[in-house]
């Protein structure tokens, strides 16, 4: 069965927000409820000492080792989260689908690409 992982900007959305976004793309899309991987977590912080950015990152990321697809929403481009998913589709070839903005963005994902490939070359 495919499983689709949906990478979106969520940061100052609402709840209903967030889900009519992703209704909106299960449909467009046809994904089944039982295909979608269900990455938005409303308590998932283990307590207040934690930076809730960084863990809610790290709880996507473990999620889409699940994906055979990812779907960048509209937005995406100019998200932290979503553009270190969108890095790791492209590092470790996650199949994705980047759905277009209304707004115009800024080029972060050229930026963050180079940042990744200045990062392994300091590595290597």
């Not at 994904?31 to 409303?42: T, V």
């Not at 759905?99 to 930026?111: A, I, L, Q, Y």
Request: aromatic share 10%.
């Amino acid at each position: 069965m495919m499983q689709v992982f949906i990478s979106q900007p969520m940061a100052g959305l609402t709840e209903n927000e967030i889900f009519a976004t992703r209704n909106d793309i299960c449909n467009k899309f046809n994904i089944e409820a039982e295909e979608l991987i269900e990455s938005y977590r409303k308590d998932n912080v283990p307590h207040k000492d934690v930076n809730t950015n960084v863990w809610c990152l790290g709880d996507s990321i473990r999620l889409m080792a699940f994906a055979n697809l990812v779907i960048f929403a509209p937005g995406w481009e100019e998200a932290r989260g979503c553009l270190m998913e969108h890095d790791i589709c492209t590092l470790y070839e996650i199949p994705f689908i980047e759905m277009e903005s209304s707004r115009k963005t800024r080029n972060k994902v050229r930026d963050c690409q180079f940042y990744s490939k200045l990062s392994s070359s300091r590595i290597g």
